[in-house]
């Protein structure tokens, strides 16, 4: 596909065609993308045989009512989508001169990011580059690795269970994830627990943790201590999992450092392992492909460099 792409590049036609192709894609239907691009359904379909017949390969499969992305329209759609976040930042590239530092940070972090580092580094920032404006979302950790790939982020800092070749990563932090009940549960105020007396209750938990994704440790720790409770609730926000860990639906997992305030105003009471608790990393995430604005170098360097306080190159906690 790489060589088709190129050679794609190097012929005029309508760069229109590769926008409309991504939305195509991401709305899996003409409809949704003519409705999306406020075009007629037509106009979208035959944009999509002129971006086919062009490449001179199926993109989409549509016969019979099916809507299946193709593997080469699959590849198509990855590239299109750096192409796209590439020309979107042409703005912000080509306005970023003189002396007064602007510029735009477009941050996508997963949904329990408590890294203080991080925090003095934005208000170091803004205190000393006024003129600089920032967004910050907050979705799963595969999307944000999508973003930042797609060049529609800055930068991410999330946990990884992959490492994406095309993307950079560097530790930023450990947490450690403990076991907590709210104070409705019966367990709530028990000391002296041990995980045996964990085993047959009903769990909620974060939608990753899954042997096979970024909460594994979390997983690994479940499945060897046989805690076969019934799975009761999931999501992939900290806030979310928290609420329902309150609300006393069940027992499940929270970054002990995060919760500690809620700990100590008896909102959530910590239950076994008290001792060696299940780690996880966060990274940030960049994309050296992606051509960053100075604005967004300066703070990436701000940020790594107050790594180097930490013992190891990365801070621990609790």
Known sequence: MGGEMSD????????????TFTVIVEERSITGAANR???RQPSVSNALKRLEDQIGARLIDRERGRFEVTE????????CREIC???????????????QLSGHLHLWL?????????????????REHPEVTYEINVATSAHVTSQVLSQQASFGICLVNEQHPRLEYRKLYREHFGFFCGPTHHLFGRENLTLADLRSEAFVSFSTDQLSDALAPVAVLRAREGMKGKVIATSPHLEEVRRLINAGLGIGPLPIHVVQNAMERGQLWRLPPYDAPPAIDIYLVTNPRMSLGRAERFFIE???????SAPDGYFVYP
Do not use: C
């Open 72 to 79: 080469q329209g699959l590849a198509l759609y990855h590239e």
């Open 8 to 19: 794609l590049l190097k012929r005029q036609f309508d760069w229109n065609l590769l926008h």
């Open 302 to 308: 701000n940020l790594t460099g107050r790594l180097g």
């Open 85 to 99: 976040g590439a020309i979107g930042r042409l703005s912000d590239v080509m306005s970023d001169s003189g002396n």
């Open 37 to 39: 691009l406020l075009l």
């Open 110 to 126: 997963a949904s329990h990011v408590v890294f203080p580092p991080l925090d003095d580094a934005l208000f170091e920032f803004n």
